[in-house]
């Protein structure tokens, strides 16, 4: 299963935004600049997490985006939802958007091998994006962060070396 450039860009985009948490929002250009996003493909999903109900907007010199809700009881899952719909590889299995197989000649059986496989696969994307909040997701990119910093020169020593 592949994720869209739409939820890539939006956890990139929250990444910002969970780290600005509780102060001043940002704005869209500055996300965009640090994230590296397209500005106006951002602005079209920072309003659709708008209309989720996880971000809020304000116009004006102090305008910007901000999350509205505790990084904590945002899961990743929800996020890619929002964004791409639901996480089951197909429409026979999901919990959110379920609809029963048209073409297949397995529709009107008990049992479906396809369904049994995908049902697995469905069952662990879903364990691991409704586990991980964007407090985890936010903690895990800044370790990555400090483990990944430049190096710094040592310090030319001072006076006279003695042997």
């Known amino acids: 299963m592949r994720f869209s450039k ?3 860009y939006a956890l990139r985009a929250l990444i910002e935004l969970t780290q600005s948490y509780g102060h001043a929002p940002l704005r869209r250009k500055e996300i965009a600049q640090r994230q590296q996003i397209p500005v106006g493909f951002l602005e079209s999903i920072l309003l659709q997490l708008k209309h989720a109900g996880i ?3 304000r116009t004006g010199i102090a305008g910007g985006f901000r999350l509205i809700k ?3 009881d945002v899961s990743l899952g929800s996020i890619i939802r929002t964004l791409d719909g639901p996480l089951a ?4 299995i999901s919990q959110t958007a379920y609809q029963k197989c048209q073409d297949c000649p397995y529709a009107d ?3 479906c091998p396809i369904k049994t496989v995908m049902l697995e696969v469905r069952n662990a994307i879903v364990a691991i994006l409704d586990h991980y909040t964007l407090k985890d997701f936010f903690q895990n990119v800044s370790s990555f962060q400090c483990n990944h910093e430049k190096p710094k020169k040592p ?3 001072r006076g006279r070396i003695r042997s």
């Open 55 to 57: 971000l809020d907007s």
């Open 6 to 8: 739409k939820s890539q």
């Open 155 to 157: 310090e030319k020593a």
């Open 70 to 72: 505790s990084p904590q």
């Open 89 to 92: 590889p197909i429409a026979c």
């Open 109 to 111: 059986h008990k049992q």
